[in-house]
């Protein structure tokens, strides 16, 4: 994870640099957004296909360990632990910051 | 609507691959030279869409407040769950403080019980998947409030997703949430396990 972690940083300090370079060399900057944006759009859909991959490859390692027994019991029991935090993160979310003010 | 469908499409389909299939060591690696790769963009468009230092700023105070929201809403979402369903409330709680770090709650769950391990692993590794399919249907409205959803994940897989739905100042925004997170969670998941 340390590892990882240092690579995002790293990329995204290199990312940061070339944006403050490009900003000061390149003319037409939102031409460069829109084409950078349409390439993000693309590399997206191949990021979410490969998460899937990884996901599908999880699921079926975890399921090996444990056998089909608990199987009924554990969705049951993930499925809420997705939804119900998710669902209360947003909410919070929602409340602290409209009603802070901010947005 | 339609890119919502396709990512949703696409997971679903790569997920199936996943599962039925024996070898995934080619797609991890393509996953973390992709994901390398985005958060560079991500560095160069989040440069050239700030305005100035003020927005910066501003956006490190509404992340610390996002952090917050997050942290709450998933420890109440816990709790909830954990007193819906027979058993302790500590695991759940545990479970939903790993914020979409599965490679974190996951194993650390397992060494007190399997079953726990299980838990944190799925319910955080589809906590992030859920993200890339929600936060799109919901960025038109909430586009820095969404971002909660993804807990940690968003400082890396998801940031790409928020980058592209929500924009440039939700994108740092995401980065600082995600990694404040990063540094919490080793703490809070413990902490929980241990006190409760």
């Not at chain 1, 590892?3 to 995002?8: D, P, S």
């Not at chain 1, 939804?83 to 929602?94: K, Q």
């Amino acid at each position: 994870m340390a590892f990882k972690m240092l690579g995002v940083y790293l990329a995204l300090a290199l990312g940061v640099l070339t944006g403050f370079l490009l900003k000061r060399v390149c003319k037409d900057v939102d031409r460069l957004k829109k084409s950078l944006n349409r390439f993000l759009s693309i590399n997206i859909y191949v990021l979410v296909a490969l998460v899937g991959l990884s996901t599908g490859s999880g699921i079926r390692e975890v399921l090996g360990v444990l056998g089909a027994l608990f199987i009924h019991r554990a969705v049951v029991d993930v499925a809420l632990l997705v939804a119900v935090p998710m669902a209360l993160s947003l909410l919070t979310a929602i409340v602290v910051l409209r009603l802070g003010g901010r947005l | 609507m339609k890119h919502i469908a396709v990512i949703a499409a696409l997971f679903t389909i790569g997920a199936l691959a996943g599962f039925f299939s024996e070898s995934t060591a080619v797609a991890g690696f393509a996953l973390n030279a992709l994901l390398y790769s985005l958060i560079f963009m991500i560095g160069v468009i989040a440069v050239l869409e700030t305005r100035s230092i003020e927005v910066v700023a501003s956006s490190l105070g509404l992340a610390l407040r996002l952090v917050a929201s997050t942290i709450i809403g998933s420890s109440l979402g816990g709790a909830i769950v954990g007193a819906l369903i027979e058993g302790s409330l500590k695991p759940h709680l545990a479970v939903a403080l790993g914020m979409g770090w599965y490679t974190f709650t996951g194993p650390f769950l397992s060494i007190t019980n399997s079953y726990w391990g299980l838990l944190g692993f799925t319910s955080n590794i589809l906590r992030e998947a859920a993200t890339f399919i929600v936060y799109p249907l919901l960025a038109k409205y909430f586009s820095i409030e969404a971002i909660s959803i993804g807990g940690a994940t968003t400082m890396d897989t998801t940031l790409p997703v928020i980058a592209r739905y929500g924009g440039g100042e939700a994108a740092l925004i995401a980065l600082v949430h995600g990694f404040i997170l990063t540094l919490l969670i080793p703490i809070l998941v413990p902490l929980v396990m241990e006190l409760l």
